[in-house]
């Protein structure tokens, strides 16, 4: 899999937005600070793995590693956040009509 260009990300959503409306342009940039901590917490759960092993005294237990849950926060605020983003409509090319022996093809009423 192809490492995540964050800079890339941020041409491209910067793109797909006005510009000139600050706030749309501090929510670009969060997200794509959301997304460079998903990164870093991928690193982290690479490096020690999905669960930890806790020591206390003689007691040791398993849980999950703490930055499973921070991925999990970090996710809700991505959506929301790209939820809340007013991403440029793309527009699309009108439909071209065909035809029928050079004439007109007529629509269904149905």
């Given amino acids: 899999m192809k490492k995540p260009s964050f800079t890339e990300l941020k041409k491209q959503l910067l793109s797909r937005i006005d510009t000139t409306d600050l706030l749309e342009v501090k929510k670009v940039h969060d997200l794509v600070r959301l997304h460079e901590l998903d990164a870093e917490c991928d690193k982290v759960i690479k490096r020690d793995g999905v669960s930890i092993i806790i020591k206390n005294g ?38 071209s009509t065909t035809t029928v022996e050079d004439k007109q093809k007529r629509g269904s009423l149905i």
Avoid at 59 to 69: A, D, L, R, Y
Avoid at 73 to 84: C, G, R
Wanted: proline share 11%.
């Fill in 58 to 95: 003689p007691q040791e237990f398993i849980k999950s590693h703490p930055s499973m849950n921070e991925k999990m926060k970090i996710n809700a605020q991505k959506i929301a956040l790209e939820k809340s983003i007013k991403f440029k409509l793309k527009t699309t090319p009108a439909p």
